[in-house]
């Protein structure tokens, strides 16, 4: 359940045959009344994808790498839709955004996301 916390977290690992290219495939729809938050301004959405050594946590692995669809305000009314990465080439930062372009959401409406 949502608390001021965040939600309870799922973790679910699967080996995946080895591949050069993988897919996430999402459909995410922000409700009519939506609000981008307050000071903070973004949140994890669905799932996720991790290889190797599978940092997280601010941890700095160059032998792993995790990725996952994230929500950002823009503290003006709108928000956008960006990866949130832990890339072995990110330095010593938490993570890295990279964001669609266009990335802008639109309230109430669906959207469908491939990374």
Known sequence: ???????DRVGIWADIPKARTFRLHQSILFEDGWSW??????GKL????GGGSTPAG???KPDG???RLMWR???DGTGRLCVYSYAADR???YRRDL??????????KWHDVEV
């Open 91 to 93: 330095g010593k930062t």
């Open 73 to 75: 305000g823009n503290h």
């Open 65 to 67: 790498f995790t990725c």
């Open 1 to 7: 359940m949502p608390s001021s916390k965040g939600t």
């Open 37 to 42: 938050g307050g000071k903070h301004q973004g």
């Open 99 to 108: 964001n669609f372009d266009p990335g802008t959401v639109t309230i109430g």
């Open 46 to 49: 669905g799932f996720g994808l």
């Open 58 to 60: 601010g941890e700095v």
